[in-house]
């Protein structure tokens, strides 16, 4: 399988994301995705003429994430609407007329799915020449249904030796989706781990360009330390020099007001600034009730920027010094790689060994012993750590004990917070652009 004949010649995600951050931007991302081609492109088209520093996404709906393409069929055939673009099911030459013009060097996109069996997703990818995407193994594994780990890992092998075996103009790029599991009340030293370790498992199958993720967590304080933690490691362990870090905004309950939501999305811009992180995952004002308009999604991309000209976007920092995250990472990542030569196998001996436990995830390869809770500083801790390796760092004997309530305020503890202290933001340089945009989408 190739994708020259649809390759635009020149794309390479990351070195398009790196070079916008030695200019001194924060690229800024939507999680955008519909199921109609020509609001698809709409989308596209409102994001890279945001005032922001943008690269483009295709979000996928939920039945090609698992594979149920008769389901897609059923959807288009009645009209139904999707909640992302289905790009398993429209022809080749139908999303390629969504991506023409658009996806270019100075605007790559990106496909975001969120499946352990995604050989479909990646035969589509490489039918239309994109050659940006992200998940992994662990992390569109355990969150999302009952994929055997040891089969998602074997899926994911299949799908990254094909992306590198293209023979494109285009250089692939994967993120890992490791440091978002499950978006919340998971202490960061364990979403720092994986998304290493997923990292080193796109490297060890021969990816040259990758980036790692961080999901904004309770505690500003906290999520810089555990980012710089993150930096370090990576260039420490990752055997490649082209990766970045991608922040994403909070992914737990989120704030039902505007002004609210604003201020949680500043803070994820803080941390970003503050780490010297290279890209933005941004949500919008409507995260808590509903998919997201292109309007809505392009006044998220815009006050990032606003927000990132207010906070300055700082050089990359000299490595962090220890720390109590660094440590318990790097003894997550040292145990799980000394299981066995090859990353994935170590992943599956990890979970099965319980070196790597993921707090309130039900899949049935995960131990389920492991709790985090919030302490009364705001910052995530470990109530239990089951069988981590982390006895030398962690003492949870006679510490923290979770219980419903606890977990169902821990659970509400951000939206609460942000709802309810609402300071001014700041002064946007003008209106967004969204509204001239969207309602001039170039017809497919």
């Not at 088209?45 to 690269?55: F, G």
């Not at 220890?322 to 799980?336: F, G, K, N, R």
Request: with cysteine; glycine share 8%; net charge neutral.
């Amino acid at each position: 399988m190739t994708a020259d004949a649809v390759s635009p010649a020149g794309i390479d995600f990351g070195r398009h994301v790196r070079r916008m951050r030695a200019a001194g931007h924060l690229v800024v991302q939507p999680r955008m995705g519909f199921g109609r081609p020509e609001q698809m492109r709409a989308g596209l088209l409102a994001t890279r003429r945001a005032r922001a520093a943008t690269v483009g996404t295709i979000t996928l709906d939920s039945f090609t994430r698992v594979g149920d393409l008769d389901a897609v069929r059923r959807a288009l055939r009645d009209g139904t609407g999707l909640n992302g673009y289905p790009i398993a099911s429209h022809d080749a030459a139908t999303t390629a007329a969504v991506l023409r013009d658009l996806h270019e060097p100075a605007f790559p996109v990106q496909v975001r799915h969120g499946s352990a069996v995604p050989q479909h997703i990646f035969t589509a990818l490489a039918q239309v020449g994109i050659t940006a995407t992200e998940g992994g193994p662990v992390s569109y594994c355990l969150p999302y249904g009952q994929t055997p780990l040891a089969e998602s890992v074997r899926n994911w092998e299949e799908c990254v030796d094909l992306f590198v075996s293209l023979t494109t103009a285009a250089r692939p790029h994967l993120e890992t989706f490791g440091g978002c599991l499950m978006g919340q009340l998971c202490p960061p030293s364990l979403l720092v781990a994986v998304t290493v370790l997923e990292a080193l498992f796109f490297c060890s199958r021969g990816v040259s360009s990758v980036s790692v993720s961080y999901a904004q967590q309770t505690s500003l304080d906290q999520d810089i330390e555990a980012v710089g933690a993150l930096r370090r490691l990576c260039a420490e362990m990752l055997p490649t020099e082209d990766w970045h870090v991608v922040i994403y905004a909070y992914m737990g309950v989120y704030p039902t007001t505007p002004p609210g939501a604003r201020r949680l999305l500043g803070e994820a811009v803080r941390v970003a600034a503050a780490t010297g992180s290279e890209r933005l995952i941004v949500k919008t004002v409507a995260e808590s009730i509903r998919i997201p308009t292109i309007e809505e999604n392009v006044e998220a991309l815009e006050t990032a920027e606003d927000w990132a000209r207010t906070y300055g976007v700082a050089d990359v920092p000299p490595p962090a010094p220890d720390s109590q995250i660094y440590a318990e990472a790097y003894a997550l990542i040292s145990a799980v790689l000394n299981l066995d030569s090859d990353v994935g196998r170590a992943l599956v001996l990890a979970f099965q060994h319980g070196y790597l436990d993921v707090p309130y995830c039900l899949h049935p390869d995960n131990a389920g012993r492991a709790r985090g809770y919030i302490d009364d500083t705001g910052r995530l801790r470990w109530a239990e750590i089951g069988a981590m390796p982390l006895r030398k760092l962690v003492r949870t004997v006679g510490g923290h004990r979770v219980t419903a309530s606890g977990l169902l305020a821990d659970l509400n503890y951000v939206r609460q917070k942000f709802d309810s202290e609402q300071p001014s933001l700041p002064a946007r340089s003008r209106t967004s652009s969204a509204t001239a945009i969207t309602g001039g989408g170039t017809a497919l």
